[in-house]
């Protein structure tokens, strides 16, 4: 019964980790490979899945002070939590802001830019403080 217990508790430690590191800094290049300056003039490459990328290399968001949650690689490179853990945020204002894009004829509010899939026109960029 012991055993059980231990290989339960064993099993739950990746759910119980922390959510990973928090990466700070100007997004100074969204070409093929995204770069985040931190303070301290490190040039640290960024990775994530495709939806993250996406927004990543979003010319809108050129030189925009970054805060970025997920988990330095071995190679150097950061890579963001998946677009769905909501893993960026924008520092304007005093205020942390979520990245989001926004279709002002569909009313529509997608994470990652792209065409509106209702109208088809370009969604534009809304950073937000909640997403009510």
């Known amino acids: 019964m012991r055993f059980w217990l231990l290989v339960a508790v064993l099993a739950a430690l990746p759910v119980l980790a922390k959510e990973g590191d928090s990466l700070r800094g100007k997004l100074v290049n969204n070409a093929a490979v995204p770069v985040l300056e931190t303070a301290d003039g490190r040039k640290v490459p960024l990775d994530g899945d495709a939806d993250t990328l996406g927004v990543l290399r979003d010319a809108r968001l050129a030189g925009a002070a970054m ?7 071995p190679s150097g490179k950061f890579r963001v939590n998946p677009i769905h853990e909501r893993a960026m945020h924008v520092h304007k204002e005093g205020k942390r ?10 009313a529509i509010r997608t994470y990652t830019p792209s065409k509106c899939w209702c ?3 370009e969604t534009e960029l809304d950073l937000r403080e909640t997403i009510e």
């Open 97 to 106: 802001l979520l990245v989001t894009y926004w279709c002002d004829v569909c």
């Open 67 to 73: 805060e970025l949650r997920g988990t330095m690689q």
């Open 119 to 121: 109208c088809q026109e």
